[in-house]
């Protein structure tokens, strides 16, 4: 995909492309549903899924051991450039956080946007909990519980930091990490007098309540841009340098200036302690993708690749384009108008992530994942698989599909980085923008442009089950989002 710039859930028995008739309505910051998951969802996934006992030709052999070793070398590249940018990313907020200036806070905003590239292109691998074998030996159980300490949103900044008077959430406190040394949730009372990777671990989703993040990608951005106060209008998160100024008289919430500088210090130390801590996250995770290694996600998948491996990448991309993508990422906020439910709602950076998605998905296809450095990583992907075994035409549809999905997000990002026109300005009801002047005729524009990448998603997944269909996965049962 040429882009212009650089939870899983219940599974239902209708296919794919019929899912999207309905979504379930989220309101405010809170984070998606794993229970389902967890429960007998992904065991249902296993069942369907027949141990190969038929011998495959010698042909059929190399197929499928190009296919997982090219998937495999992509993880591991795109893990790897997470992590490489992540570390930039904290060389910029300790800068930051030492030297409180604009130039500084742009880096660093400048830093997370990097970071943010690679990552999302990574999420093709997230959907493999139901395929996984145990072992005890793996530090990491599955992908798709590890995401969760890691890219979890929508998130309750109240929790965290300094909210707007006219702010809704769960969490409804003065009394928040930054401000207090101990705060209450529910029953729970926590001691938050110093701020370190391990506390925010410990802390993400406290009280049971999926919308109380406190790590990841979207604790950093909401550390850097603060709330996005602007609703559908134009303008990001605008947090004041002054919210990290350490010097008594200076340091600021927002439009208050605190009399104890203590308060920006401790954002300083929650920003670094998030940053570290997600560092050693993503360690960890390309650390499951080292090739010639054991007991980790890479020699699990390469274990059983004759058994499941197959459908595990086909769920994936399925997963990815319509249960989560398509469905809880866009028409959620679509059909709802709320920016709250924008992937990137403090920074606007949404138009990237979307658009990173959708590449991730159709690196699988292609085979191939190009680095931040510019090399291309893997050689064998989906397409191939399909020409190699007699599949020709399922393999150009899909192709034909993707480059409606590529065109479609290549408009928003176009409009996003060139035109300044965020996904929250696209999102808008006619109703919501009128008082901006903006006409009817003009927001039905900006809706179409959403609409087309739920669209062409839609008629991907459509061509990813015939495709499934077409080497024998007759029931895929990939993630297929929630119902209004």
Known sequence: MTITTVTSRKILPTTLAAALAGLLMVSGCTKQTNEDAETGTQTEVQSTESSSNVKLSAAEQAHIDRLISSYANMAHAAYKDSLDTAKMLQTAVETYVATPTQANLDAAKAAYKAARQPYSQTEIFRFDEGFVSANDKRAIGSTDSWEGQVNAWPLDEALIDYVSDSYEGEY?????????????????????STITPKLLAEMNEIGGSEANVTTGYHAIEFMLWGQDTNGVSAGAGNRPVTDYVTEAGQCTSGDTVNKDAGICERRGEFLKAATQLL???LAAMEAEWQ??????????????????????????????????????????????????????????????????????????????????????????????????????????????????????FNVIVEKGEKEGIKVDQMIATAGQVSSQGISAEEQNVRRSWIENSITSLQELTAGIENAAKAVGIDNLDADAGSQF
Not at 172 to 192: A, E, F, P, R, Y
Not at 314 to 324: H, I, K, N, R, T
Not at 326 to 340: K, N, P, Y
């Open 279 to 281: 560092i050693d996250d």
């Open 172 to 192: 409804n406190s003065q009394d928040n990490i930054i401000n207090s040394d101990s705060i209450t949730v529910g029953s729970l009372k926590q001691d938050t």
């Open 291 to 408: 090739p010639d290694s054991e007991n980790n996600l890479r020699s699990d998948l390469i274990a059983r690749k004759n058994d499941n491996g197959l459908r595990q990448i086909m769920y994936q991309m399925g997963s990815l384009a319509l249960g989560e993508l398509a469905s809880e990422r866009i028409q959620v906020a679509f059909v709802t108008g709320s920016t709250e439910d924008e992937h990137e709602c403090f920074s606007d950076l949404t138009h990237l992530s979307y658009a990173n998605n959708a590449r991730g998905i159709q690196n699988v296809f292609n085979g191939s994942y190009q680095t931040v450095a510019g090399k291309n990583v893997g050689g064998y992907g989906i397409k191939q698989y399909l020409v190699d075994n007699g599949h020709t035409d399922a393999a150009d549809k899909l192709a034909v599909d993707f480059k409606k999905v590529e065109d479609a």
